[in-house]
T-cell receptor, first 113, second 116 residues
Framework: NAGVTQTPKFRILKIGQSMTLQCTQD?????MYWYRQDPGMGLKLIYY???????DKGEVPNGYNVSRSTTEDFPLRLELAAPSQTSVYFC????????????FGSGTRLTVV | AQSVSQHNHHVILSEAASLELGCNYS??????LFWYVQYPGQHLQLLLK??????LVKGIKGFEAEFIKSKFSFNLRKPSVQWSDTAEYFC??????????????FGTGTRLKVLA
C-alpha cells in the first residue's frame, strides 16, 4: 500500500546511544516532516524538508539531525540519546506543502533509559 | 504564532451518546482547520478539513465540524458515537510560511473512550 513507512516501531535506547529513525514514502511527495508526540502535549514539529537536499528546523530541533538525499527518504538521527527524547515519533509527508493535509506514518515509540 | 486549544483532555461516553469536542484557535486571519483521529496503535488520519465556504463540514464516519469565525472555534461533533470511535482526536490549524510552505499547529488532543 502506498504511504509513509517508519521503522522501527519500537526501540529502547540507553542514555548516550545514537540511532536513526527511518522514514520513507512512495507517493513522490516533496514535503516531509518529523513530529514528536508527548502525552498531553500534542505534536511538536522537529524538522521538515521541502525537497531533496533542503531541510529546516521546526519547533524542537535540539538533539536531532536530519538529511534528505532522496525524495523518498527522510531519516531522523539522534546522536546522544537523553531521557527527554522518550516519545512517539511520527513522520509525515504532503504533496503541496501540507495544504490539503498530511499523510502520517505509523510512528516509532522510543524509550531512553 | 497561532495556538490551538482543546479543553477536553479526556472524554468518556456510552455508545449512542452524542459527542462534541471543543477546539479554539488564536489566529484572527484566514485559517484552514483540520481534525485528525488516531486510533489505538495507529497513525494519525485526516477526519475532515475546512478551507472556506459552508462552515459546516462533513467528514468520514459520520463526523462533522462547524467553523464559527466569531468564536474562533472549530468543534467536532457526532450525533451517536460507537465503540469503534474510541481514539484520540487532534485539532490542527494550518499556518502559512513566507516560503510558501505550510506548518501545522496541533492541539494537545482529546482522548475519547466509548463504553460498549
Amino acid at each position: 500500500n502506498a504511504g509513509v513507512t517508519q521503522t522501527p516501531k519500537f526501540r529502547i535506547l540507553k542514555i548516550g546511544q545514537s540511532m536513526t529513525l527511518q522514514c520513507t514514502q512512495d507517493m513522490n511527495h516533496n514535503y516531509m516532516y518529523w513530529y514528536r508526540q508527548d502525552p498531553g502535549m500534542g505534536l511538536k514539529l522537529i524538522y521538515y524538508s521541502v525537497g531533496a537536499g533542503i531541510t529546516d528546523k521546526g519547533e524542537v530541533p535540539n538533539g536531532y539531525n536530519v538529511s534528505r538525499s532522496t525524495t523518498e527518504d527522510f531519516p531522523l538521527r539522534l546522536e546522544l540519546a537523553a531521557p527527554s527524547q522518550t516519545s512517539v515519533y511520527f513522520c509525515a509527508s504532503s504533496e503541496t506543502g501540507g495544504y490539503y493535509g498530511y499523510t502520517f506514518g505509523s510512528g516509532t515509540r522510543l524509550t531512553v533509559v | 504564532a497561532q495556538s490551538v486549544s482543546q479543553h477536553n483532555h479526556h472524554v468518556i461516553l456510552s455508545e449512542a451518546a452524542s459527542l462534541e469536542l471543543g477546539c479554539n484557535y488564536s489566529y484572527g486571519g484566514t485559517v484552514n482547520l483540520f481534525w485528525y483521529v488516531q486510533y489505538p496503535g495507529q497513525h494519525l488520519q485526516l477526519l475532515l478539513k475546512y478551507f472556506s465556504g459552508d462552515p459546516l463540514v462533513k467528514g468520514i464516519k459520520g463526523f462533522e465540524a462547524e467553523f464559527i469565525k466569531s468564536k474562533f472555534s472549530f468543534n467536532l461533533r457526532k450525533p451517536s458515537v460507537q465503540w469503534s470511535d474510541t481514539a484520540e482526536y487532534f485539532c490542527a490549524v494550518k499556518e502559512s510560511e513566507a516560503s510558501g510552505t505550510y506548518k501545522y499547529i496541533f492541539g494537545t488532543g482529546t482522548r475519547l473512550k466509548v463504553l460498549a
